[in-house]
């Protein structure tokens, strides 16, 4: 298995040691990244993406489970927490309702090795969904401007639909525009 980027957040210099460890053992990375706070975590996450986010908790500036929920509503990141045993179950619960993965301490290696791959592979299912969502969205925004394009020939050039239909197919095909350019150009043209 392979990513290309991993970022680990641990308030320890040996946290970060052996989760970068386990990380290279289980997969293969072309990047590790590293960040000792919350804070400096954010801060990389706001300008970075990457494909997995370790998070070790406690860190020194916060427990690092509000990091997780950031990191899972705002990134593509996969995300994993190593929590210690005696954090709050219910909060614990919440992360994996958000799909964060929680691994306790001490980490066991075969389990983070399995976490690791589950997290990988729902990642990749994920982007692939999202990645189709974003196509359908584009396909169902083309279609609307498409159709208000053709109200507006049949409102100012008193084209029937069908002969606004074959203009604007037209057009597009003319001009070597897509549909959906030559929808917004029919637009602009008589809306404003």
Not at 37 to 44: D, F, I, L, P, S
Not at 140 to 169: D, G, P, S, W
Request: hydrophobic share 40%; with cysteine.
């Amino acid at each position: 298995m392979y990513m290309n980027s991993v970022f680990v957040v641990s308030s320890s210099e040996k946290g970060v040691k052996i989760l970068c460890s386990l990380v290279k053992e289980a997969v293969s990375v072309w990047e590790i990244q590293t960040a000792s706070t919350a804070n400096q975590a954010r801060e990389y996450l706001e300008e970075h993406d990457c494909d997995l986010t370790v998070i070790d908790s406690p860190l020194s500036d916060e427990a690092g489970f509000s990091l997780a929920c950031e990191t899972a509503e705002k990134t593509n990141s996969a995300c994993i927490v190593i929590a210690r045993q005696d954090a709050d179950v219910n909060v614990l619960v919440k992360l994996e309702e958000k799909g964060i993965a929680v691994i306790s301490k001490p980490i066991n290696k075969e389990y983070f090795f399995r976490t690791v791959r589950v997290v990988n592979s729902l990642r990749k299912r994920y982007l692939g969904i999202y990645e189709e969502n974003e196509r359908l969205q584009d396909e169902l925004e083309t279609v609307r401007l498409a159709n208000r394009a053709k109200c507006a020939l049949i409102q100012y050039l008193r084209m029937t639909e069908k002969q606004a239909h074959r203009y604007l197919e037209k057009q597009a095909m003319d001009m070597r525009m897509t549909i959906k350019d030559t929808a917004l150009q029919i637009i602009k043209t008589y809306e404003t």
